[in-house]
């Protein structure tokens, strides 16, 4: 892709041509998601109401059943996309496996936490700092979402 100067050196409106494609593309893919909404086929809806008050997305790993947990939440889901809601007006949809990623990289540093202790089925789950979250989401679900710290050692 060429770089916003080059576009104009060249005597093309930055703001139409390519600009224009990648919005379109963008606006196709929403009304994707909201078609998915709709249907239910690609698109699993979870609500945090605790997110806002504790600045943590908790991702529900598995539940108890009669006595053990079993797995449950994003380890069972069949779903391509999330739409976390994180408060009454805010979403962030991201696609599974990027957050499965996001959630791995924080449960090996330990950010687990069993949650809906008090309901008939409590279960286990990790929590994702939401300062952090759409940072993490958008890079490469190939890489770590944070370089691991650099040991120097004598």
């Known amino acids: 892709m060429t770089s916003v100067a080059e576009r104009m050196a060249a005597g093309r409106n930055p703001e139409w041509d390519i600009d224009w494609e990648i919005g379109k593309n963008g606006e196709l893919f929403v009304i994707d998601l909201i078609q998915s909404l709709k249907d239910g086929t690609r698109v699993e809806t979870k609500t945090d109401i605790w997110a806002a008050r504790t600045g943590n997305l908790y991702i529900e790993y598995s539940c108890r059943y009669f006595g053990e947990y079993k797995p449950s939440g994003i380890a069972v889901t069949t779903a391509e996309v999330w739409a ?21 990289y924080y449960y090996v540093r330990g950010y687990t ?42």
């Not at 940072?135 to 650099?150: F, N, T, Y």
């Open 113 to 154: 936490k069993n949650g809906g202790i008090n309901g008939t089925h409590p279960t286990w789950g990790v929590l994702i700092p939401v300062r952090n979250l759409l940072g993490d989401l958008m890079r490469p679900p190939e890489l770590p979402p944070r370089p691991q710290p650099l040991v120097i050692r004598p």
């Open 84 to 104: 976390l809601v994180l408060a009454t007006e805010v979403t962030v949809f991201a696609p599974v496996d990027r957050l499965k990623a996001v959630a791995r």
